[in-house]
T-cell receptor, first 114, second 116 residues
Framework: GNSVTQMEGPVTLSEEAFLTINCTYT??????LFWYVQYPGEGLQLLLK?????DKGSNKGFEATYRKETTSFHLEKGSVQVSDSAVYFC?????????????FGAGTRLAVHP | DTAVSQTPKYLVTQMGNDKSIKCEQN?????MYWYKQDSKKFLKIMFSYNNKELIINETVPNRFSPKSPDKAHLNLHINSLELGDSAVYFC???????????????FGPGTRLTVL
């Protein structure tokens, strides 16, 4: 089946620290991979995506590379800010006859302190 | 503003009651979704409609019944509410069903349902 596993949080960092949030997946076929972010009290926003192996998604200083050999899509940022504090969700969309379904990991809460 | 909107934002009710949550999108999308986020923040898809037709139904109890009167609206009706239904329910929309790729889903702000 299809599933996503993320590192458990919370992750607590000081401002300007390096961030890594690990994500691995299990899927049949060739899924697309995503990171979504949920700020407090808000809905989810797409942060970045990658649709095939070796693609790198990037946005707002965040990056993730689709690694088929390790079935991973780890999220990284070189220097986090307080405003990055949020819950981050790794997700995949399996190719399933064209149905646009998102399967989410459990989410990782990031807290950045000044 | 163009967006996905949900009403109500908060819903507190007693066990056994019937309630509805409404979702509207003015993005011109033809596909809409309901997701449930539990107390541990775990998100799971419940339903999806494409052009008013149900295309995804993920092992959700029969007490949950989605209804799509038109492409811009997807409502969720819940009968005989139980304590375990307490969660945040998110509506989302996208254009198309992505036969060879993925079309971004845009999420609403969520409806926090509390069953007492």
């Amino acid at each position: 089946g299809n599933s996503v596993t993320q590192m458990e949080g919370p992750v607590t960092l000081s401002e300007e620290a390096f961030l890594t949030i690990n994500c691995t997946y299990t899927a049949t076929g060739y899924p697309s991979l995503f990171w979504y972010v949920q700020y407090p009290g808000e809905g989810l926003q797409l942060l970045l995506k990658a649709t095939k192996a070796d693609d790198k998604g990037s946005n707002k200083g965040f990056e993730a590379t689709y690694r088929k050999e390790t079935t991973s899509f780890h999220l990284e940022k070189g220097s986090v800010q307080v405003s990055d504090s949020a819950v981050y969700f790794c997700a995949l969309s399996p190719y399933s006859g064209g149905y646009n379904k998102l399967i989410f990991g459990a989410g990782t809460r990031l807290a950045v302190h000044p | 503003d163009t967006a996905v909107s949900q009403t109500p934002k908060y819903l507190v009710t007693q066990m056994g009651n019937d309630k509805s949550i409404k979702c509207e999108q003015n993005l011109g999308h033809d596909t809409m979704y309901w997701y449930k986020q539990d107390s541990k923040k775990f998100l799971k898809i419940m339903f999806s409609y494409n052009n008013k037709e149900l295309i995804i139904n993920e092992t959700v109890p029969n007490r949950f019944s989605p209804k799509s009167p038109d492409k811009a609206h997807l409502n969720l009706h819940i009968n005989s509410l139980e304590l375990g239904d307490s969660a945040v329910y998110f509506c989302a929309s996208s254009q198309g069903v992505g036969t060879s790729g993925y079309n971004e889903q845009f999420f609403g702000p969520g409806t926090r349902l509390t069953v007492l």
